[in-house]
């Protein structure tokens, strides 16, 4: 089974090489942003919760995320595996990860994160705000606080996965083919 945490700042390119990665690989993709909206959407209790956290720019709480994705895993659970967009973002949640995809028999294969300079990852946000509706993707002020959470608080992460061996730093600028042609070649010399 091969689980991939797709990693890296807001904007990096995740949710676009996911489904590339997805189709090559046959994963089940989990994306916090898509369990968010559709728990935002279905208004559900996290849901609620989820929205008040993300229209400030900031994290959702561990425990909120946490619950989230253990369900969503439970009714995907499959035999090729998963790619994880945007979770882990914090050592308790890659923790927590660990736990739950132990108790299904399986663990994470590798983090390959997506490395792009901050100031191009604010052009390419500020371009998806026109298009996409996100009010957190229209606002350089929000979008700067996002990256600066992240430094805080998800980029540690990282070293979690370095020290297991686990972490593969790819160049996250260039075309998309060249991005996705590069992260099959880490994914498959890590296996």
């Given at each position: 089974m091969l689980n991939i945490i797709l990693f890296g700042p807001p904007g990096a390119g995740k949710g676009t090489q996911s489904s590339k990665l997805i189709e090559k690989y046959g994963l089940v993709h989990l994306s916090t942003g898509d369990v968010f909206r559709y728990n935002i959407k279905n208004q559900t209790e996290l849901g609620i919760m989820a929205k008040s956290y993300i229209?400030?720019?900031?994290?959702?709480?561990?425990?909120?995320?946490?619950?989230?994705?253990?369900?969503?895993?439970?009714?995907?659970?499959?035999?090729?595996?998963?790619?994880?967009d945007g979770?882990?973002?914090?050592?308790?949640?890659?923790?927590?990860?660990?736990?739950?995809?132990?108790d299904f028999n399986t663990e994470v294969t590798s983090m390959i994160a997506l490395e792009v300079d901050e100031d191009e990852l604010v052009n390419r946000l500020l371009e998806r705000g026109k298009t996409s509706g996100r009010p957190d993707d229209q606002d350089?002020?929000?979008?700067?606080?996002?990256?600066?959470?992240?430094?805080?608080?998800?980029?540690?992460?990282?070293?979690?996965?370095?020290?297991?061996?686990?972490?593969?730093?790819?160049?996250?600028?260039?075309?998309?083919?060249?991005?996705?042609?590069n992260l099959c070649k880490a994914i498959d010399h890590a296996n």
């Open positions: 229209d400030n720019g900031q994290l959702v709480p561990d425990e909120v995320t946490n619950r989230m994705v253990r369900d969503f895993i439970e009714r995907n659970n499959n035999d090729q595996g998963f790619i994880f979770y882990p973002r914090t050592i308790a949640q890659g923790e927590n990860l660990e736990q739950v995809l132990q350089e002020s929000i979008i700067r606080n996002r990256f600066k959470v992240y430094n805080e608080e998800t980029s540690p992460l990282a070293d979690f996965y370095a020290q297991k061996g686990k972490f593969i730093a790819v160049q996250g600028k260039g075309s998309i083919d060249d991005i996705f042609n």
